[in-house]
Structures are given as C-alpha cells and as structure tokens.
C-alpha cells in the first residue's frame, strides 16, 4: 500500500469528549445481571453477592455511566417490584426475553453497584406499559431527600441518602413493534413530554433522553426523529440512537466499512433534530445520546425462538462469541464515536456481561475478555480530551453493507471507505495525543504518516496493536489471552511527523507526549 498521510493542527478540534460518551448498559436478559454482575454465593462475591472477579475487569474496562434495567425489559417493569425486602419482592414473567424474573436486584442493588464500581448511574423510566405517574415517582424515591411517601419509602429501604440520579432515558425504542406497547411517534411523544415535564419539577438538575427510533433501517426512522423533538424539544436534552452492525453476509470489507454508516446515522439525527430547533428559531441544540451500540448478530433471534420450555430464570442467550474481525469492526466504531463528540455527548455498549458483552463469565468459574473488550478498553481509557480534525489521504474501497432488519432486506452502499479510520485525541492536562487507527485492508501493511502541527517536542509513550493472523480467533475460558494488545514497535518521531506501519486487519493505539 501506498503511504497513508494525515495531517492535524493542535488548535483545530471538532469537540471535547463527554466521559458519559464511555458508558455500558446493564440489563435484567439472559446472564447479564444473574451470574453476570450479581452471583451471590460465587467464591468472589461480596457481601451483596457482587462478583469482585467481575467488579475487576469492568474497572479495567473503564466504562463512565451505566444504562439500566433496559432495553426491551424496561417496556413491561415495574419498578415497584425491585425495592424493599428481597425475600417479599414478587416474581414476574418477563415477555421481552420470555423467562421469569425474581427481582433480587433491583434499582436499590445496581445504584449500590454502580457505587462500588465507581460509575454514573443512568436510569430508564417504563414508558410502555407505564407512563408518566410511574415514572415521577421512581424518581421521587430515587432522588428526593426525605419527608414524602416515596422518599420515605426508600430511607426505610435501608437507603437513607438519595441516589442523586442525574441522567433519565424516557423509555425505549417505542417504535418497535416486538416492545411492550410499542407507540407510534405522537402517542411516544405525547406521554414522554408529561413524563419528563413532571420528572423534572421533582428534580430540576436531571437530565433527559427521549427515544429515537430503534434504528436507521426501520421504517419510521426520520419521521419518528422528528415528531418526538416536536413534543419534547424544550423538555429533553438528548435523543437516543441504537446501531447493532452485523456481518450476516460473511463479507469482512463490508463489515469492516459499516462504522461508515455510523458516521452518516449521526450526521443525519443531528440535522434532524436542528431542523426542529430551526423551525423554532431556537439556538438550543439537542445533543444525541447513542446508548446502545455494539457488533450483534450471530445470536439476534425473533421472538418465537426465544421462548424456551418452563420460562427460566437468567438463561443463556444472547450469548455473543466475538472474534477478531468483530473486535476491527468495533473498533471502527469507537472511531465513530469519537468523531462527533461535538454533539455525541452519552454512549452506552450493549451490553456489560456475557450478553453481547466484552466480559464473559461461567456462573460458578471464572470471567475473562472478550476480543471487544481490547478496543472499548484504549477506547474509555485514552480517549478523553478534545478530538482534533484530521484529513487524511488514503486510499479507498466500496463496499456494500447487507442489513436485514428493516422491512425487507437491505443494502446500505458506501462508495469510498478510506482503508484508514483514524481518531486524534489530545489530552492538555496530560500534554498526551493519542492516534486510534484502524487499518481495514486485509492483506497490506499500511506505512502511516501523521504530521501533528502545533506541537513541540514530541516522545513516543505507548504503542499498542490488536492482530491476529486468523479474523475468526476467539477468546475462551481455556485461552482467554489469545486475541490481546502487544507493541507496536514500528513507531518514530521525525520531527513533527509521527510514523508507523500497520499489520493488515489492525487495530492501533498510538500515545505521543506531546509539548509545546
């Protein structure tokens, strides 16, 4: 391959990230919260039956704010059922995993988590077969002092400070018609505006999401997008974005380019939502709230094949084994990510444990990472700061990414995905740069050059590459390290260039101290 050149400037950024853009989602499916987070009597569990093997790995993941109890589950809860003694909590049918749900963690349980795991809680409130009563007063025993039925409540519980709960999503993906009472976009918009009008006279300092549609192949999306800022324009901060990208095609180029169309889903909710803000003449700006998005498709399944015999409790699905090609694919993703933080401000991966997750665990053994979990990890980790603009001259291939969840099958083209996804991220208090590369060509190394102006004297600090020779390797319990970071040794300084050359099928963390 040719030389691959990009070229930056210290002082031209395109936004600081927001730390809640590095966040995950919990949710009461499959393994996720039993056996996953929660497993009481395991040999690392605390005294709240938190497992610490796992508590371990999701601090080295670094994720900033936690999304729960849904997803699909939050359509049909009653949050009601997950507060006070365990032993008098009732056991329900769960429809949106068909199995049965015994409510021994409840909201009480995860803002205790999130505590000892040291991340923001971000809630979401039943606007399915709820609505706004429901939901104005889960947050009154969540964050109002004391002296109410609620809050009272709540301090006899056994949790006498408020839970303080800043962040709020107004329900999910209402326009899916596997949700529990799904809602076209006037209903959704029309409840979620009561609902987070008297959520918000409750509590002032909290901030909202509505929903946007489940995804840029449905066929409300756009429309749906924009009816809902039409209700709740003045009464949210955020609207939601989901994305699963997929390889069911078995076409790696495709796959790899899908982040592609991450980049357009964005650009196009953000110019919805400031036609909304225009017909307003309203210089407000609704930021975007991505909270769910992740590599999903070997287990995705309708709903007649996710019912299974005696509606058990927390059983295996939706059990995601990522290899390699999914760890460059999500990583692109990351990438994507990164690249709108000027109006991507939350993010949430789908999900934590074991369901479509980074951290795998074996109820009773052990926990280990996922090939995700590599690229989340840099991602959370080192990618705090303002992101830089960049041109970059590489060379480009089309691809056509196949998704065949909208009404029919479809194919979503892009003409020109250039073999270089890269994000710049510069770190002032740290004086630190670091360089996200994905290289998407599968046979040819990539010679890389970065001409970093405006900054002084620059030191290589960390270098890091995710390879292996074989897409399809796989982390197991019996070799959890096979897919896993190593040096990337070929990196220099030459002024105020940074070079390297890139393996075929790579995934790069380049860090450069950087003065001026």
């Known amino acids: 391959m040719r030389n691959v050149d990009v070229l930056l400037h210290r002082d031209f950024e395109i936004g600081v990230t927001d730390r809640r853009l590095f ?3 919990v949710e009461h499916l ?20 938190f497992r610490k093997d796992v508590a371990a790995l999701v601090r080295e993941l670094a994720p900033t704010i936690m999304r729960y109890p849904g997803g699909n589950f939050v359509s049909g809860y009653n949050w009601e059922d997950g507060v006070g003694p365990v032993a008098e909590r009732p056991r329900r049918l769960d429809l949106a995993w068909m199995s049965t749900e015994p409510n021994s963690f409840g909201t009480n349980e995860f803002i205790d988590w999130c505590r000892a795991t040291e991340i923001e809680p971000m809630l979401a409130v039943n606007l399915g077969t709820r609505a706004g009563d429901a939901a104005r007063n889960m947050l009154e025993y969540c964050n109002h002092p004391s002296g109410t039925a609620w809050s009272d409540m709540r301090r006899k519980h056994g949790w006498e400070k408020p839970h303080d709960v800043k962040f709020w999503c107004l329900g999910n993906e209402m326009d899916g018609p596997w949700q529990m009472e799904a809602k076209t976009a006037t209903e959704y918009g029309r409840i979620a505006v009561e609902a987070a009008k008297m959520m918000r006279w409750i509590d002032p300092s909290i901030e909202l999401a509505a929903c946007g549609s489940s995804g840029r192949s449905m066929p409300t999306y756009g429309a749906w997008e924009e009816t809902v800022l039409e209700h709740t324009f003045d009464h949210v901060e955020f609207i939601s974005l989901h994305t699963y990208i997929n390889n069911y095609a078995g076409d790696t180029p495709a796959f790899l380019a899908a982040c592609d169309l991450m980049d357009s889903f964005i650009d196009e909710v953000v110019a919805i939502a400031d036609a909304v803000a225009a017909r307003r003449r309203s210089p407000r700006r609704i930021m975007l709230s991505f909270d769910e998005w992740n590599v999903w498709y070997r287990t995705r399944r309708n709903r007649q094949e996710r019912v299974l015999p005696g509606w058990p409790v927390a059983p295996p699905i939706l059990e995601e084994i990522y290899n390699m090609e999914d760890a460059l694919a999500f990583g692109g993703a990351c990438i994507s990510l990164l690249n709108h933080a000027d109006r991507v401000k939350a993010g949430c991966l789908a999900q934590l444990v074991n369901v479509i997750a980074p951290i795998m665990t074996e109820t009773g053994g052990p926990a280990w990472r996922q090939t995700i979990f590599h690229p989340f990890a840099h991602f959370s980790n080192f990618g705090r700061g303002r992101v830089l603009r960049t041109q970059i001259d590489s060379p480009a291939y089309a691809a056509n990414y196949y998704d065949p969840r909208g009404p029919q099958d479809l194919y979503f083209p892009v003409p020109e995905a250039p073999y270089l996804k890269l994000s710049a991220v510069h770190d002032d208090k740290e004086g630190m740069l670091t360089l996200f590369a994905l290289n998407r060509h599968l046979t040819e190394e ?15 600090d960390t270098a890091l590459q995710l390879h292996h020779a074989d897409l399809q390797a796989t982390n197991t319990k019996e070799a959890p390290n096979r897919v896993a970071p190593s040096p990337l040794s070929s990196v220099r300084i030459d002024g105020n260039h940074v070079q390297a050359t890139l393996k075929p099928a790579s995934w790069n963390v380049i860090r450069v101290k950087a003065t001026r």
């Open 446 to 460: 990539m010679p890389l050059r970065v001409d970093a102006k405006g900054f002084g004297a620059m030191k290589v």
């Open 30 to 49: 499959g393994r996720c919260v039993y056996g996953g987070i929660y497993e009481p009597g395991h040999k690392t569990a605390d005294k709240q039956g």
């Open 23 to 25: 966040g995950a989602f």
